[in-house]
């Protein structure tokens, strides 16, 4: 992990979770932000896209928003 490009963030989190995760820190001889760091990057795909949807561009097309782009789903 690089320190010139972190954020601070703050979770509420199972406590029987919390105490598991930094066990096992221990056991990897990490800290438990390296170890969510770790498992954050095993867990979360390569590249994520999001989809910017134009409402206006709905109402002007259907004359309202439609379900499908009011929930930003393809």
């Known amino acids: 992990m690089t ?3 972190i954020q601070r963030v703050t979770l509420f989190i199972n406590s ?3 105490k ?7 056991i990897e001889d ?3 932000t390296g170890l969510v760091e770790k ?3 095993q867990y979360l795909p390569k590249e994520t896209i999001i989809k910017k949807v134009d ?3 709905d ?3 259907n004359g309202r928003i439609s379900k499908r782009d009011s ?3 393809e």
């Open 39 to 41: 498992a954050l990057i």
């Open 16 to 18: 029987s979770i919390a």
């Open 71 to 73: 929930k930003h789903t």
């Open 20 to 26: 598991q995760a930094k066990a096992q820190a221990i």
């Open 3 to 5: 320190t010139n490009n």
């Open 55 to 57: 409402i206006r561009e």
């Open 59 to 61: 109402v002007k097309k």
């Open 30 to 32: 990490l800290t438990l």
